[in-house]
């Protein structure tokens, strides 16, 4: 990058992280693959299924923790397969517990188990808890910008709109409603479910997101580690491409790319 060009901090909750790349640790054949995906990516904040991923709950099975150390990555536990407000308080408080106090989260409460859509109406419910009761909150939302601006006013301390439904790996469908809501916040926006590939992840990084959050691009590609290392140059591109901002968008352009001053039969 052109060191003439300062990047602001990308900042969740008071802490800087270097890398914009937040990867799942789930869906991986074991957890030596995680681990292997997770140093591809370069990324700093990895999430974890509370329900899903054994983190100490199970004493007799092996444990993410063995594998993915808190000391070396920030966790983010999140409420993957909660239907209700009620069910991922109780989740994420059980995380907390598990995680010695920790307080960073990602809330996502589900509208259906066929497309994984969120349920707005339990996330705010669950969100005014959770905040309320000091928890730092992540929260994956519709790329509604109505919607993501409450959730801010709330106290959430990012805003996690979906591309496209979890896992379909269809990227970014609506990049309208998510340049609104960029427009809008003042608490980082991040870019979660939907990428399939390293141009989705590029993409959302040119339209301004602060960072994208992804699992199954990752653990369900055919080289998962080779994918995570596509995803973490994707991103950086993406950032570098939005801080120098693009070309203006033309039908066609009647001046030549280079000069023609100068040469043979010009005037």
Known sequence: MDMQIKDKPFEVAGKAYTSRLLVGTGKYKDFAE????LDASGTQIVTVAIRRTNIGQDAGAP???????PSVFTY??????????????RTLRLARELLDGHALVKLEVLGDAHTLYPNMTETLVAAKTLVADGFQVMVYCSDDPIMAKQ?????????????????????ILNPWNLSLIIEKASVPVIVDAGVGTASDAAIAMELGCDGVLMNTAIAAAK???????????????????????????????????????GMIGSK
């Not at 995680?34 to 995906?37: L, Y």
């Not at 983010?76 to 308080?89: E, F, I, M, Q, R």
């Not at 959730?151 to 990227?171: N, R, T």
């Not at 693009?246 to 030549?256: C, D, F, T, W």
């Open 76 to 89: 983010l536990p999140n409420t993957a397969g909660c239907y209700s407000a009620d069910d991922a308080v």
């Open 34 to 37: 995680t681990r292997a995906a």
């Open 151 to 171: 959730l801010e006013e709330i106290g959430c301390v990012a805003v996690m709109p979906l591309a496209s439904l979890i896992g379909s790996g269809m990227g």
């Open 63 to 69: 444990s993410l923790l063995d594998f993915v150390p």
């Open 223 to 261: 080289n998962p580690v080779l994918m995570a290392s596509a995803m973490n140059k994707a991103v950086q591109a993406g950032r570098e491409a939005f801080l120098a901002e693009r070309m203006p968008r033309k039908l066609y352009s009647a001046a030549p790319s280079s000069p023609t001053g």
